[in-house]
């Protein structure tokens, strides 16, 4: 069982920057992609990054620009560098892994607990 660990979130003003971090428990492989999620109260929960096992990244359009997102492969973690931070970026944030063993079509994924990012206007 994977055990996911966020940590980064805190309370930020408007165009402040934040990094979060997400480390799993133990050494992970067959990894798919390793995503960050975010939701806010009252609203779905929202893909904002991703990186896949070639490194290809992808960014929801509301953070293109703003948010980088990286993986350390030895050190079995993703990180979320989060600039200019805007109010409508208040939300949890998750840390998603999404497992894939090759040849299998079966994916896993696990979830972090969260961490809170909030933006003062």
């Known amino acids: 069982q994977v055990q996911l660990v966020e940590s980064g979130g805190g309370l930020v003003q408007t165009g402040g920057s934040l990094r979060l971090s997400c480390t799993a428990s133990?050494?992970?492989?067959?990894?798919?992609?390793m995503d960050w999620y975010r939701q806010a109260p009252g609203k779905q929960r929202d893909l904002v990054a991703s990186i896949n096992s070639g490194g290809i990244t992808n960014y929801a359009d509301s953070v293109k620009g703003r948010f980088t997102i990286s993986r350390d492969n030895v050190k079995n973690t993703v990180d979320l560098q989060m600039n200019s931070l805007k109010p409508e970026d208040t939300a949890v944030y998750y840390c998603?892994?999404?497992?894939?063993?090759?040849?299998?079509?079966?994916?896993?994924?696990?979830w972090g607990q969260g961490t809170q990012v909030t933006v003062s206007s």
């Open positions: 133990s050494h992970i492989s067959d990894v798919y992609s």
């Open positions: 998603n892994i999404v497992l894939q063993r090759r040849g299998s079509p079966n994916r896993y994924s696990y």
